[in-house]
Nanobody, 124 residues
Framework: QVQLVESGGGSVQAGGSLRLSCVAS????????MAWFRQAPGKEREGVAT??????AYADSVKGRFTIYQDNAKRTLILQMNSLKPEDTGMYYC???????????????????WGQGTQVTVSS
């Protein structure tokens, strides 16, 4: 089974930027949906952004500020986060689904492969 390893988290002030990376240990078909999720303290995990060969999609809360993209040659999924807000604070996870994003969306149960997470803290 492919493993996912995230990195790039840290602490920044509001308005700052971070770039999260997720490296896969093996090949993942580009038709499969890849996603970033986050979980704030005391809250449920929520989908932030998804990507497959058909394109990208974002939660309304991050649209226009976050960009998801892939470097297939390096087997890396990226989440570029700009104009960060305190409410973006949380543990960020990358995940891989077995199907395309049109079927998986941002439903947590559709994703069978998860990374260990990387912490993002945004201070006001």
């Amino acid at each position: 089974q492919v493993q996912l390893v995230e990195s790039g988290g840290g602490s920044v002030q509001a308005g700052g930027s971070l770039r999260l990376s997720c490296v896969a240990s093996g090949y993942i078909d580009s038709r499969r949906c890849m996603a970033w999720f986050r979980q704030a303290p005391g809250k449920e995990r929520e989908g932030v952004a998804t990507i497959d060969s058909n394109g990208e999609a974002y939660a309304d809360s991050v649209k226009g500020r976050f960009t998801i993209y892939q470097d297939n040659a390096k087997r890396t999924l990226i989440l570029q986060m700009n104009s960060l807000k305190p409410e973006d604070t949380g543990m960020y996870y990358c995940a891989a689904a077995s199907f395309a994003c049109r079927w998986s969306g941002r439903l947590e149960r559709a994703y069978g492969v998860w990374g260990q997470g990387t912490q993002v803290t945004v201070s006001s």
